[in-house]
């Protein structure tokens, strides 16, 4: 008699028994579920798995198509497989890095061992389309990490090996694509036929490989070209280059060598020097009475702003900060998202015209009353507080509006220098498996809002796609404005946020929905080894966030 066991489908409230050991994806068809869009991935007890896992007791299930976050990472990866199959099968000694995500897409380094041609994009590209029209099945495979190192080292997969090595597990999880193996962190599609849409074109000494969109995924994201994003990532991975450090098989080797105190210290210093470059800059162009500062949230623009005050000061330039948080409309006042909620994060909940007129007096030399919010009863007033700006000195205003052209529409351009501070993450598990940016960014705002802010990991997770739309919508489309760049992530960061994300993310319960996001985060944690917050800088920038900067917040 064949053994059942009870499912409950969290996308319509159906408990059904289904046969012990069946497959996502069988259980999805005995639900008669109809989504738009077919599912890529479920939450198994609010853990995300590929529609290859197989249940063997009783669970909560709820399915996920491609626009949500986790399946859009699934099919992304599963995308990258079929790109490095295709490669390898057309150029067997070639290297294939999945390297950078920009301009809606993902940098490739493929290295061939000459210049990549556009001929040799159009032939990759056909090889890609012929794998997955081929509906070639994605195969999941288990085994000990012993046996996986041994058949990534046969496979010249030196960053596979290297990382395997140092993550301590007992068991590894790989892919096959029709006799292709290869390493993936994460849950994959399970046949090649569900890659429905992908571009791939050539992008300045490699490649570009373009996914669906995130408000249409039935179209290819706008190819919008990010010179000045791509420029930082490619400064990083000079400076990565000088550390010897690309992977984090790589981090993990440093710090067992006993190199993180020098990794720290290096890592500053290229830090340091940056900001000084930008000061030096500003200096140079003569005129400039106001400098932006904006980033997305977490990004360490606060602290991006009092490092360079510091340089600007070493340049004999006085350097004046005013909130754009007191510049806030009266509550009632403020525009309203689509909820009905206030929309805090919208331009227009800043007082632009009181804004603008204050700034241009003070360009005049005359005095101006600051104005001051009051958050308890949402009223804009006047502080008391009185500025002049000297001859000698520049406001230094930060904010996410900063590089927005709307918020200093009657400032004359010529006395403005925009700065866009952001967590470019350059780190990669390893030569196939990248770490978003965004996560980064994460980790740092669970550590501060539970330190400075009594927020649970968990709020903080349940809040983050709002913060992230509001990036998308006020922040992201202005970041080529820049007249400068300054990536705030440290080669060595993660290592040093995992000894206070970790307790953290431990304490979200696993029967609420942000467990999913806490559990994913913890996996991957798990990869890298820490480094002792004991060893940064009070100065450092990784102090807004950890606690014991010497700066004043």
């Not at 967590?423 to 598990?429: D, E, G, H």
Request: neutral net charge; proline residues 5%.
């Amino acid at each position: 008699m064949e053994q059942t066991i009870t499912i409950r489908c969290k996308n319509n409230g159906q408990t059904l028994e289904v046969p012990m050991g069946s497959r996502l994806e069988d259980v999805y068809a005995l639900t008669g579920l109809q989504m738009t869009n077919p599912p890529v991935i479920a939450k198994v007890n609010n853990k995300v798995e590929g529609m290859h896992f197989r249940l063997y007791k009783q669970k909560d299930v709820e399915f996920f198509d491609v626009t949500s976050s986790s399946g859009r990472r699934t099919y992304t990866r599963s995308l990258f497989f079929v790109l490095c199959k295709a490669a390898h099968e057309l150029w067997k000694e070639c290297r294939v890095t999945i390297d950078i995500p920009v301009s809606n897409g993902y940098y490739v380094d493929l290295q061939l061992g000459r210049p990549v041609t556009l001929d040799d994009v159009g032939l990759l590209r056909r090889r890609m389309q012929e794998i997955i029209n081929q509906a070639l099945p994605i195969r999941r495979h288990e085994t000990t990490t012993e046996e996986a190192i041994r058949i990534f080292t046969e496979g010249d997969s030196p960053s596979k090996v290297k990382l395997l090595q140092s993550q301590g597990s007992l068991y590894t999880t790989y892919y096959s694509l029709d006799g292709y193996v290869d390493y993936f962190y994460g849950a994959m599609l399970t046949n090649t036929s569900q890659i429905y849409l992908f571009g791939l074109e050539k992008y300045y000494d490699g490649l570009l490989l373009r996914l669906p969109s995130y408000e249409n995924p039935q179209e290819l994201g706008e190819l919008v070209m990010q010179d000045r994003m791509f420029g930082i990532f490619k400064e990083h991975h000079r400076w990565q280059d000088i550390l010897k450090l690309r992977t984090v098989g790589d981090l993990n080797d440093a710090i067992d060598k006993g190199y993180s105190s020098q990794l720290i210290q290096v890592s500053e210093g290229l830090q340091e020097k940056k900001i000084s470059q930008i000061a030096d800059d500003i200096a140079r162009r003569k005129g400039i009475r106001l400098v932006l500062i904006a980033g997305p949230s977490s990004s360490g623009k606060t602290t991006t702003c009092k490092r360079l005050s510091v340089q600007l000061a070493v340049n004999s330039i006085f350097p004046m900060n005013i909130s754009l948080d007191d510049y806030f409309v009266d509550r009632e006042k403020t525009p309203r998202d689509a909820s009905g909620d206030y929309d805090f994060e919208h331009l227009h909940a800043l007082n632009l015209d009181l804004f603008n007129e204050q700034l241009n007096a003070l360009f005049r030399g005359e005095e101006v009353e600051l104005p001051r919010y009051d958050f308890a009863t949402g009223r804009s007033m006047m502080s008391g507080k009185k500025m002049r700006l000297p001859d000698n000195a520049v406001l230094v205003v930060e904010g996410i509006h900063a590089l927005n052209p709307e918020l200093t529409s009657q400032i004359p351009p010529e006395y403005i220098y925009r700065v866009y501070a952001s967590a470019l993450t350059t780190l990669l598990l390893d030569n196939h498996n990248y770490v978003p940016t965004t996560d980064n960014r994460l980790l740092r705002r669970i550590i501060r809002d539970h330190k400075y802010r009594a927020v649970s990991a968990q709020q903080t997770i349940h809040r983050w796609p709002s913060v992230r739309n509001g990036e998308n919508r006020w922040i992201f489309p202005f970041q080529e404005h820049a007249d400068a760049m300054f990536n705030t992530a440290m080669l060595f960061e993660l290592a040093v946020l995992k000894r206070q994300a970790e307790p953290l993310l431990e304490q979200v319960p696993e029967n609420c929905p942000e467990y999913s996001e806490a559990y994913r985060l913890l996996k991957f944690l798990r990869y890298i080894r820490p480094i002792p917050e004991d060893q940064i800088p009070p100065t450092s920038l990784l102090r807004e966030f950890l606690g014991g900067s010497s700066f004043k917040y």
